[in-house]
């Protein structure tokens, strides 16, 4: 029972505990090429958050882990079987709502746990902290935390080298050998300045990648796996760190 996972603890343990800092795991449910599970981006997004708030805890940060949400925006995988879309206006909705409640209980500051490259918070905590001007709302893409060539030969992003790598360490059991995955090779757009990304479209994934990878995953390794995600948690560690003992009111240098 980690006093520090919403999902495990009790009341007896909550009601009289001090709370500075609320995580909100986000993923998403999709297909990752022929080899990983569709719970990749969850699994992930999940044990980051929980081993970072490990290691922060630790250090005395009072800091409680959410449930994760399971589904992300997917507009651009609606026709990949069984790939779950939640359209980014529901986002904000049930953000608002937990929202709401940290609001109401002075619990202030919030940091949504991003693990997937089609949900987009950015906007909605605009519109949030102006409805909710007590709180301090932070977002993080933990795939943007690390440069990829400093532990992979290939990028790509999705069901790629990286993703397959950290999966292989974390949960050998769901991946398939590399020798079942397709080569996750994603097309570029005909326009020049959207593969520049000054410019931006959704990608209609289906006419992008045939195995619904994009990225080669063939030099995977859960050793390379482990190194990352090692660093990942320890930065997410940090940040959590850093956000608890913040004074919301004197942000600024
Ligand atoms: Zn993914």
Same mark, same amino acid.
């Given at each position: 029972?980690?006093?520090?996972?919403?999902?495990?603890?009790?009341?007896?343990?909550?009601?009289?505990?001090?709370?500075?800092?609320?995580?909100?795991?986000?993923?998403?449910?999709?297909?990752?090429?022929?080899?990983?599970?569709?719970?990749?981006?969850?699994?992930?997004?999940?044990?980051?958050?929980?081993?970072?708030?490990?290691?922060?805890?630790? +250090?005395?940060?009072?800091?409680?882990? $959410?449930? #994760?949400?399971?589904? !992300?925006? =997917?507009?651009?995988?609606?026709? *990949?079987?069984?790939?779950?879309?939640?359209?980014?206006?529901?986002?904000?909705?049930?953000?608002?709502?937990?929202?709401?409640?940290?609001? +109401?209980?002075?619990?202030?500051?919030? $940091?949504? #746990?991003?693990?997937? !490259?089609? =949900?987009?918070?950015?906007?909605? *905590?605009?519109?949030?902290?102006?409805?909710?001007?007590?709180?301090?709302?932070?977002?993080?893409?933990?795939?943007?935390?690390?440069?990829?060539?400093?532990?992979?030969?290939?990028?790509?992003?999705?069901?790629?080298?990286?993703?397959?790598?950290?999966?292989?360490?974390?949960?050998?059991?769901?991946?398939?050998?590399?020798?079942?995955?397709?080569?996750?090779?994603?097309?570029?757009?005909?326009?020049?300045?959207?593969?520049?990304?000054?410019?931006?479209?959704?990608?209609?994934?289906?006419?992008?990648?045939?195995?619904?990878?994009?990225?080669?995953?063939?030099?995977?390794?859960?050793?390379?796996?482990?190194?990352?995600?090692?660093?990942?948690?320890?930065?997410?560690?940090?940040?959590?760190?850093?956000?608890?003992?913040?004074?919301?009111?004197?942000?600024?240098?």
């Amino acid at each position: 029972m980690k006093p520090y996972i919403l999902a495990e603890t009790n009341w007896k343990s909550v009601k009289d505990s001090k709370v500075d800092l609320v995580v909100l795991p986000w993923g998403a449910t999709e297909a990752h090429n022929y080899h990983l599970p569709y719970a990749t981006d969850n699994i992930m997004v999940d044990r980051i958050a929980s081993e970072a708030a490990e290691l922060a805890f630790s +250090r005395g940060s009072k800091v409680i882990v $959410l449930p #994760l949400i399971p589904f !992300g925006v =997917n507009t651009g995988q609606l026709d *990949i079987k069984l790939d779950i879309n939640l359209n980014p206006s529901t986002q904000l909705a049930i953000l608002n709502d937990i929202i709401d409640v940290l609001n +109401r209980q002075d619990i202030n500051k919030l $940091l949504i #746990l991003n693990g997937h !490259g089609g =949900n987009d918070f950015k906007p909605m *905590i605009r519109e949030l902290g102006a409805r909710y001007p007590k709180m301090f709302i932070c977002g993080c893409d933990w795939f943007k935390s690390f440069s990829n060539s400093d532990f992979f030969e290939s990028g790509g992003g999705h069901a790629d080298e990286m993703e397959t790598s950290i999966m292989q360490y974390l949960v050998p059991d769901l991946v398939l050998p590399v020798s079942e995955a397709g080569e996750g090779i994603g097309k570029k757009f005909r326009i020049k300045a959207l593969n520049e990304n000054w410019a931006w479209a959704e990608r209609k994934w289906s006419q992008v990648t045939k195995d619904t990878g994009i990225g080669n995953p063939k030099k995977a390794s859960p050793e390379k796996g482990e190194k990352c995600f090692l660093q990942i948690v320890g930065k997410v560690a940090d940040l959590m760190q850093e956000l608890s003992r913040a004074d919301i009111n004197n942000m600024y240098v």
